[in-house]
């Protein structure tokens, strides 16, 4: 008899859970998450997070730097082999060094740092809190929805969503194949081939700024990891409708096939040992990028944190939970690249995203966890000035643009400061999902001159924090995140 693999999954899930709960005992270990869509801002989190931990930066909502209790951070070996480092010195020089931004996160990593810290209670004996940190993909969460559905439901929605607003425009060469495909025709590999790659176009063409849509699965398609171009990965949709199963030896069932294999050996793997391991988890969102897009992508973005949510639906740490089931008691949502804005604008971006956030819990059904959300800058490329414009004080940002950036006529060098006029976030959340109100159009408004500034990118910091003996990257509100995700086991 052939036991189903995800017995199997299961017992190993639960013999590692209990490892890492031994350990726990003697070494407290808090194993964090980081995760977000792509381009919102993880390996720039992660780096600069270790950054200030490692020489204390300025973090003065973050109660056990602030109160001088952390005696020491250091990097340790990573406990698990199979898992690449998160190569931090490498991002750290290209922030601080060449003042460019890393390279992004493409697959799973991982980066243990050993906190050695006084108590609250000031025992004599410092403590060390052991803290795993795990990079992964946002997109690879948005797959587990498809562990319950059919290669035929899966098809049939994804090609009902993609006749939709934004993505039909953007589906025209993937719709005209699919449309001379026949799924009971002879299976072939090269029609697969092509299937797949004008679906993954589609799909990257929605993930692009200016549409920023964000509920794409499956994930791998546009953040393959290792699996680039592995049969797992040769499938699409194909026009068939949602009860059927296609003949063997058919296009289809070669289909239906290797839609099964991806979710056996990409999806299930990946919630089994690293997902379900994870303590807490940071949900990074380019929240401006999707206000900037307009009510489509804001709407699909609060669908997309919904689902984020769904995969976290068991809270509170009890044995059995967690021997089991994801055990994450934390989840902090946090809103990126806040220093686009002025920090007049900081607590709307974070009401918004706050009102999105508890919008999707209702929807999600989601009780367990707690849930904070924060708008942050791990990086803070910019500074503030008000400037002066047909008569009117406008509340500003200065940086310097990337080079090669471009607004209306202008293209920047990447070494001159420029000043521009961020618009402001609406007083009612609701305003950003509003059609009618045209969304969030604030950005649009660059000034002095009219040109669209709403895409514009800064270079990383030059200036040092004065009075300190190594440089720190200056950030805007990561305190609040550390302090959310960490600080209670720093008492
Ligand atoms: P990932 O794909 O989630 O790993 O995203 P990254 O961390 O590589 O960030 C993507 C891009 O967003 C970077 O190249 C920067 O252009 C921008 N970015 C990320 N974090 C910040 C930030 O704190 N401030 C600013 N101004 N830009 C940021």
Same mark, same amino acid.
């Not at 994804?158 to 993505?167: E, L, P």
């Not at 639906?313 to 009890?318: D, F, K």
């Not at 990383?460 to 990257?473: I, M, Q």
């Given at each position: 008899?052939?036991?189903?693999?995800?017995?199997?999954?299961?017992?190993?899930?639960?013999?590692?859970?209990?490892?890492?709960?031994?350990?726990?005992?003697?070494?407290?270990?808090?194993?964090?998450?980081?995760?977000?869509?792509?381009?919102?801002?993880?390996?720039?989190?992660?780096?600069?997070?270790?950054?200030?931990?490692?020489?204390?930066?300025?973090?003065?909502?973050?109660?056990?730097?602030?109160?001088?209790?952390?005696?020491?951070?250091?990097?340790?070996?990573?406990?698990?082999?199979?898992?690449?480092?998160?190569?931090?010195?490498?991002?750290?020089?290209?922030?601080?060094?060449?003042?460019?931004?890393?390279?992004?996160?493409?697959?799973?990593?991982?980066?243990?740092?050993?906190?050695?810290?006084?108590?609250?209670?000031?025992?004599?004996?410092?403590?060390?809190?052991?803290?795993?940190?795990?990079?992964?993909?946002?997109?690879?969460?948005?797959?587990?929805?498809?562990?319950?559905?059919?290669?035929?439901?899966?098809?049939?929605?994804?090609i009902a969503m993609s006749r939709q607003g934004a993505r039909a425009g953007l589906a025209g060469a993937w719709h005209a194949h699919l449309a001379n495909l026949d799924a009971s025709a002879p299976e072939d590999e090269n029609l697969a081939r092509e299937a797949a790659a004008l679906f993954t176009a589609y799909l990257r063409a929605a993930r692009d700024d200016r549409v920023a849509l964000s509920l794409l699965p499956p994930g791998r398609f546009l953040m393959p990891g290792d699996l680039d171009g592995s049969p797992a990965l040769t499938f699409a949709p194909l026009d068939i409708p949602p009860d059927t199963s296609p003949p063997s030896g058919s296009l289809g069932a070669m289909m239906a096939r290797r839609y099964e294999?991806?979710?056996?050996?990409?999806?299930?793997?990946?919630?089994?040992?690293?997902? #379900?391991?994870?303590?807490?988890?940071? !949900?990074? /969102?380019? &929240?401006? @990028? %999707?206000?900037? *897009?307009?009510? +489509? =992508?804001?709407?699909?973005?609060?669908?997309?944190?919904?689902?984020?949510?769904?995969?976290?639906?068991?809270?509170?740490?009890?044995?059995?939970?967690?021997?089991?089931?994801?055990?994450?008691?934390?989840?902090?949502?946090?809103?990126?690249?806040?220093?686009?804005?002025?920090?007049?604008?900081?607590?709307?971006?974070?009401?918004?995203?706050?009102?999105?956030?508890?919008?999707?819990?209702?929807? #999600?059904?989601?009780?367990?966890?707690? !849930?904070? /959300?924060? &708008?942050? @800058? %791990?990086?803070? *490329?910019?500074? +503030? =000035?008000?400037?002066?414009?047909?008569?009117?004080?406008?509340?500003?940002?200065?940086?310097?643009?990337?080079?090669?950036?471009?607004?209306?006529?202008?293209?920047?060098?990447?070494?001159?400061?420029?000043?521009?006029?961020?618009?402001?976030?609406?007083?009612?959340?609701?305003?950003?999902?509003?059609?009618?109100?045209?969304?969030?159009?604030?950005?649009?408004?660059?000034?002095?001159?009219?040109?669209?500034?709403?895409?514009?990118?800064?270079?990383?910091?030059?200036?040092?924090?004065?009075?300190?003996?190594?440089?720190?990257?200056?950030?805007?509100?990561?305190?609040?995140?550390?302090?959310?995700?960490?600080?209670?086991?720093?008492?």
């Amino acid at each position: 008899m052939r036991l189903p693999g995800y017995i199997f999954d299961e017992a190993r899930q639960t013999a590692r859970a209990l490892i890492d709960f031994s350990a726990g005992l003697f070494n407290p270990t808090l194993r964090l998450g980081v995760t977000g869509l792509s381009r919102s801002g993880k390996t720039v989190f992660i780096a600069a997070l270790i950054h200030n931990l490692l020489n204390g930066g300025r973090l003065p909502v973050f109660d056990a730097m602030a109160q001088g209790r952390i005696a020491r951070a250091r990097l340790e070996p990573q406990p698990d082999d199979d898992v690449p480092r998160f190569d931090y010195e490498t991002h750290l020089r290209a922030l601080m060094e060449a003042r460019r931004w890393p390279e992004s996160t493409r697959r799973i990593s991982e980066l243990r740092l050993v906190i050695e810290y006084q108590s609250e209670r000031g025992a004599a004996r410092d403590r060390t809190l052991t803290l795993d940190i795990f990079d992964y993909p946002g997109e690879w969460l948005l797959d587990l929805p498809l562990l319950d559905k059919s290669y035929a439901e899966w098809s049939a929605e994804t090609i009902a969503m993609s006749r939709q607003g934004a993505r039909a425009g953007l589906a025209g060469a993937w719709h005209a194949h699919l449309a001379n495909l026949d799924a009971s025709a002879p299976e072939d590999e090269n029609l697969a081939r092509e299937a797949a790659a004008l679906f993954t176009a589609y799909l990257r063409a929605a993930r692009d700024d200016r549409v920023a849509l964000s509920l794409l699965p499956p994930g791998r398609f546009l953040m393959p990891g290792d699996l680039d171009g592995s049969p797992a990965l040769t499938f699409a949709p194909l026009d068939i409708p949602p009860d059927t199963s296609p003949p063997s030896g058919s296009l289809g069932a070669m289909m239906a096939r290797r839609y099964e294999s991806y979710k056996d050996v990409v999806v299930r793997p990946f919630f089994h040992e690293h997902f #379900a391991r994870l303590d807490r988890q940071v !949900v990074l /969102v380019d &929240a401006l @990028a %999707a206000f900037n *897009a307009g009510p +489509e =992508a804001v709407r699909e973005l609060q669908a997309t944190l919904g689902q984020v949510l769904s995969c976290f639906r068991v809270g509170r740490q009890t044995l059995w939970s967690s021997l089991v089931r994801p055990r994450v008691d934390r989840i902090l949502f946090a809103a990126t690249k806040a220093d686009h804005l002025h920090h007049t604008s900081h607590d709307r971006l974070e009401n918004i995203l706050a009102y999105m956030t508890s919008r999707a819990i209702e929807r #999600a059904k989601f009780s367990g966890a707690q !849930v904070d /959300v924060a &708008a942050v @800058a %791990a990086v803070r *490329a910019t500074r +503030e =000035a008000t400037i002066e414009h047909a008569g009117e004080r406008l509340p500003s940002i200065i940086g310097v643009p990337l080079a090669g950036e471009s607004a209306g006529s202008q293209i920047f060098d990447g070494e001159t400061e420029t000043a521009v006029f961020p618009g402001d976030l609406p007083d009612d959340p609701q305003a950003v999902f509003d059609a009618a109100a045209g969304g969030f159009r604030g950005l649009a408004t660059g000034a002095p001159g009219d040109a669209d500034y709403r895409f514009l990118r800064f270079r990383p910091p030059a200036y040092r924090t004065p009075g300190r003996s190594g440089p720190t990257l200056p950030h805007i509100r990561l305190d609040r995140a550390l302090q959310f995700l960490l600080g209670d086991h720093l008492r």
